[in-house]
Structures are given as C-alpha cells and as structure tokens.
C-alpha cells in the first residue's frame, strides 16, 4: 500500500465511521449528502493512485472489504427497506407464503416484534420481491439473522459485484484499476452494507451476464439474467441485448431458470408478488422525464378530452364493460403518462440492442441510465445498477450521478424540482462538456 493510499483509507474510515455511528439521519439529508460527496472525491483519488501504481489494487481492494464492514454494523441510516427483508424471511420460513400475506395481516401476528414489526414500510401491502430475493431472505432469516445479519448478507453480495467487475475486466480487456471506482463507492458502500439493500445479488449477476454474453456464453449469461430478474425485476432491460449476442439459447436459460425459480410459489399461491402490481401503478418520486409528461397530458386534460373517442369505439367495437372502463382508466395522465415511457423504454432497451455500440459495458450503462431517466421512481439505491457499467467504462457523468443521486432523500412526499435540477443536471453538463470536447478533438 502506497503512502497516499493509506491515507485516503484513513480518511474513508474515519468518514464511514461517522456515519454508522450517526444512526438515523433520515432527518439529516445534508449530513448524508456531504458524506457521498467527500467520499466521492476520496475514491476518485483512490482510483487515479492505483491507475498509476498497479500494485496497490489489492490494497484497495482490502480498503473496501473495511468500509463495508464498518457500514453493515451500523444502523440502517435512510432506508427502512431491510425491515422488509427480515419479515418476509421470517414469514417464509414460518411455512407461511410471502405473497399470500401482507404485513399487517392477523395470521402473522405471531412473527410480530419489537424491533423489525414497526419499522416495516407500507404494511398494507403485499411484498414486491421476486421469489430468488424471498429464497435468499427466507436462508438468512432460517439462520437466525437479524437486522445486521442482512445487512453484511448485502455487503457481501456487494463485494460479489466487485469480483464479477474483476472478471468482467479479465474478459472485456478493461483497465482492472477502474474497479475501485465502484470498490470505493459511497454509493454501493452505503446503499448495500450500510442501508442493507438487496439490488447488488442482483447487479453482480447482471454483470456476469454482460461478460458471459461477450465470451460468447449464450446459457450462462441467459440464465444470469433470468436470476437477476427474480431478485429484481429491472434487470429484465438486459435480456434484448443477451439474446441478440446468444440468440435462442439465452431466451431459453432466462425464461427457464426464472420460471424454476418461481415454481414453489406457483405451487403454493402467487407466482408473482403482488405489491409489484401496486408498485407499478402508483409510485412515483424523483422522476424527470415520467414528470414532465404526466404534467403535460395534465395539462391537455386527457382523460376528459379521451372519453367521447372511448364512448365512440365501444359502441363501434362492443366488449365487456370491465375492459372499457379500464381503457377509460389508462387514459388519464398518471396511467397514459407511465404507459408513455414504458414504450419509449422498450423502444431504447430494443434500439441498442438492435445497434450496440461495440463495447457490451458501454450499452448495459446506456440502458439502465436511460430506463432509470424515463422511470417514475428513481430511489438513489436505484442508481447502483449503473454504478459497476460507469466504473468500467469511466463514464463521468454516470459516476457524477452516483455522487448527485442522494439529493432524492430531500423532500418528503416528493423531491423539490431545485434538488431534481442539480442532481440530474450536473452529470447532465458534465456529458454535454465532454460530448464538446471530443467533437472539438475531432474537427
């Protein structure tokens, strides 16, 4: 280890300290903030030390092991989403069926604490988690985990991501130096081992998927993907562009190993969780591109422009009154506007499939970045599934998001446009200087 990295080191434990040792700082966004930016800076530093010193990775590396275990012994510090996750592996592995069931049901009083029974998010409703991330959480909680229990669980899949970088990095001819940028991250460090969410089980497969794809392993990158998406269903973005490169071979492994995944809870209830549907219909904040066009189909009143032509074509058409009232329902400009960008996000996962650009890391960032862009919801733990892509091609403006993203935590039904403005808007510039300079360098 060289003397300047030992010292960033330093400056990121006693950083990583601070934060575990705060507690709750849902009530401190700025706190939250300027720790992601200091340590941003600190792993930006880390990176160009070891771009010019090789040797010291490994040490790095080492660094990064630590920083997550000082982030997983702490509390939980502006997410309550792994509360979720240790009640639905108590109730699977109660014998009760995840999805049959949610929270605030009365035949699962008896799995109810202290601890983890009032700090669960939206009881109401039914768990949105795939059945691989219920497998996972039922194991842990089967084992006796609790709270902390998880949240090492998730660095450790954390730490799994910067192996499949590594590997990535051996198959794709990258600078293995780039890893650190996501090694060091105080977004993957503070979202995984310190918020303890379960996106980087998934993100370590998806960028398996993308290496095994390009090594030419149709079935293994298939199959990655199909086990990525029953941990969380955004990578399913990821499946045009692996089965361009493996054709029907990859379709097959996904599809297969997602459906073997999900058959125990087929066989006992709902394949599919439920609260996905509610998900799906009604979350909405830090939206950019989702906002906008909800606010101009509200602007041109839809609903109420749309119904005489609903009238007129069920009269034409004829049908069952359920399926009119709900094409009625989906044109006013919440649903029309999530149906919008749904379609413009299938037509940009299709388009770069259907044109890649070459390099398989580079599209895999241009797609979750764009499907994240046109999202209704982007939660800062969001963002991770870019974080591994932007680190192995240096993309600036995707590492800035990274560092901009925990603005999201201000506000409180919604993020204010001024928080939306910078964080969007400076990896946004970033990319417009660069995309100047090289046209620049060209002329």
């Given at each position: 280890?060289?003397?300047?990295?030992?010292?960033?080191?330093?400056?990121?434990?006693?950083?990583?300290?601070?934060?575990?040792?705060?507690?709750?700082?849902?009530?401190?966004?700025?706190?939250?903030?300027?720790?992601?930016?200091?340590?941003?800076?600190?792993?930006?530093a880390?990176?160009?030390?070891?771009?010019?010193?090789?040797?010291?990775?490994?040490?790095?590396?080492?660094?990064?092991?630590?920083f997550?275990?000082?982030?997983?012994?702490?509390?939980?510090?502006?997410?309550?989403?792994?509360?979720?996750?240790?009640?639905?592996?108590r109730?699977?592995a109660?014998?009760?069926?995840?999805?049959?069931?949610?929270?605030?049901?009365?035949?699962?009083?008896?799995?109810?604490?202290?601890?983890?029974?009032?700090?669960?998010?939206?009881?109401?409703?039914?768990?949105?988690?795939?059945?691989?991330?219920?497998?996972?959480f039922?194991?842990?909680?089967?084992?006796?985990?609790?709270?902390?229990?998880?949240?090492?669980?998730?660095?450790?899949?954390?730490?799994?991501?910067?192996?499949?970088?590594?590997?990535?990095?051996?198959?794709?001819?990258?600078?293995?130096?780039?890893?650190?940028?996501?090694?060091?991250?105080?977004?993957?460090?503070?979202?995984?081992?310190?918020?303890?969410?379960?996106?980087?089980?998934?993100?370590?497969?998806?960028?398996?998927a993308?290496?095994?794809?390009?090594?030419?392993?149709?079935?293994?990158?298939?199959?990655?993907?199909?086990?990525?998406?029953?941990?969380?269903?955004?990578?399913?973005v990821?499946?045009?562009?692996?089965?361009?490169?493996?054709?029907?071979?990859?379709?097959?492994?996904?599809?297969?190993?997602?459906?073997?995944?999900?058959?125990?809870?087929?066989?006992h209830?709902?394949?599919?969780?439920?609260?996905?549907?509610?998900?799906g219909?009604?979350?909405?904040?830090?939206?950019?591109?989702?906002?906008?066009?909800?606010?101009?189909?509200?602007?041109?009143?839809t609903?109420?422009?749309?119904?005489?032509?609903?009238?007129?074509a069920?009269?034409?058409?004829?049908?069952?009154?359920?399926?009119?009232?709900?094409?009625?329902?989906?044109?006013?400009?919440?649903?029309?506007?999530?149906?919008?960008?749904?379609?413009?996000?299938?037509?940009?996962?299709?388009?770069?499939?259907?044109?890649?650009?070459?390099?398989?890391?580079?599209?895999?960032?241009r797609?979750?970045?764009?499907?994240?862009?046109?999202?209704?919801?982007?939660?800062?733990?969001y963002?991770?599934?870019?974080?591994?892509?932007?680190?192995?091609?240096?993309?600036?403006?995707?590492?800035?998001?990274?560092?901009?993203?925990p603005?999201?935590?201000?506000?409180?039904?919604?993020?204010?446009?001024?928080?939306?403005?910078?964080?969007?808007?400076?990896?946004?510039?970033?990319?417009?200087?660069?995309?100047?300079g090289?046209?620049?360098?060209?002329?």
């Open positions: 280890m060289t003397r300047r990295l030992l010292i960033l080191t330093v400056c990121a434990v006693a950083v990583h300290g601070a934060v575990a040792l705060a507690g709750d700082l849902r009530g401190q966004p700025w706190a939250w903030l300027c720790a992601h930016v200091v340590l941003f800076a600190i792993s930006w880390a990176w160009r030390e070891v771009e010019a010193r090789r040797a010291a990775l490994r040490a790095a590396l080492a660094g990064a092991v630590l997550r275990v000082i982030a997983a012994l702490g509390a939980p510090a502006m997410s309550d989403d792994v509360y979720r996750y240790v009640w639905d592996g109730v699977l109660a014998g009760f069926h995840p999805y049959a069931h949610p929270p605030d049901d009365a035949a699962l009083a008896a799995l109810r604490d202290g601890e983890v029974w009032p700090r669960i998010n939206h009881p109401s409703i039914p768990t949105i988690y795939p059945p691989l991330a219920q497998l996972g039922g194991a842990l909680a089967g084992a006796g985990a609790g709270v902390r229990g998880f949240k090492l669980a998730m660095a450790v899949c954390d730490l799994g991501v910067v192996l499949a970088l590594l590997f990535a990095a051996r198959v794709l001819q990258f600078d293995a130096s780039r890893v650190v940028l996501y090694a060091w991250s105080p977004l993957a460090i503070l979202e995984s081992a310190g918020s303890g969410h379960v996106e980087p089980a998934g993100i370590a497969l998806a960028v398996l993308v290496a095994l794809a390009a090594r030419g392993r149709a079935a293994a990158s298939g199959a990655a993907v199909g086990a990525a998406a029953q941990i969380k269903l955004f990578p399913i990821l499946l045009a562009g692996v089965v361009r490169c493996g054709g029907w071979r990859a379709a097959l492994a996904a599809v297969g190993l997602a459906s073997l995944l999900a058959a125990p809870f087929a066989l209830g709902p394949a599919v969780a439920p609260g996905t549907y509610t998900y219909a009604r979350w909405e904040r830090n939206a950019t591109v989702f906002a906008a066009v909800e606010a101009a189909y509200r602007e041109l009143g609903g109420t422009a749309l119904a005489p032509a609903v009238s007129w069920r009269a034409w058409i004829g049908g069952s009154d359920a399926a009119w009232t709900a094409v009625y329902r989906a044109c006013w400009p919440g649903p029309l506007a999530r149906g919008t960008v749904a379609v413009l996000a299938a037509l940009l996962v299709l388009g770069i499939a259907r044109w890649p650009s070459g390099d398989p890391t580079r599209d895999a960032l797609v979750f970045v764009g499907v994240l862009v046109l999202s209704p919801t982007v939660h800062p733990w963002v991770l599934w870019a974080a591994p892509f932007a680190a192995a091609v240096r993309s600036v403006p995707a590492l800035l998001w990274t560092a901009s993203v603005l999201a935590y201000f506000g409180a039904d919604d993020v204010p446009w001024l928080a939306r403005i910078v964080e969007y808007g400076v990896p946004a510039a970033a990319a417009g200087i660069l995309a100047r090289s046209a620049t360098m060209r002329s």
